[in-house]
Nanobody, 125 residues
Framework: VQLQASGGGLVQAGGSLTLACAFS????????MGWFRQAPGKERGFVGG????????SYADSVKGRFTISRDNAKNAIYLQMNDLKPEDTAVYYC???????????????????WGQGTQVTVSS
């Protein structure tokens, strides 16, 4: 599996960004997908995840109501729409993938075995 994240950048607080993650190498609709982020000096943390097939989603409490994860099985991609961005959202954002027999959201980084290269999101105050 290969993952390519894109869409990061510099934005002012209150602004919006959409991250994309392109997936290749295996049947995309069989994979659970996730977004994680890592700020300097902090551990990689869960942002949002989406199940295989029917797109069940789950989010970290810190982003609920502001971020939306989605997948396009025709384009082999997932997206993270980020609205009302805050300075504390500043981090490197990573997409992740895991083959999943069950339809469920994976929320721990240890559950994933494929990672993209990361894309930097910087929110200025």
């Amino acid at each position: 599996v290969q993952l390519q994240a894109s869409g990061g950048g510099l934005v002012q607080a209150g602004g919006s960004l959409t991250l994309a993650c392109a997936f290749s190498g295996r049947p995309f609709n069989q994979y659970a997908m996730g977004w994680f982020r890592q700020a300097p000096g902090k551990e990689r943390g869960f942002v949002g995840g989406i199940s295989r097939s029917i797109s069940i989603t789950s989010y970290a409490d810190s982003v609920k109501g502001r971020f939306t994860i989605s997948r396009d099985n025709a384009k082999n991609a997932i997206y993270l729409q980020m609205n009302d961005l805050k300075p504390e959202d500043t981090a490197v954002y990573y997409c992740s993938a895991k083959y999943a027999r069950l339809v469920r959201v994976l929320m721990s980084p240890e559950e994933y075995d494929s990672w993209g290269q990361g894309t930097q999101v910087t929110v200025s105050s």
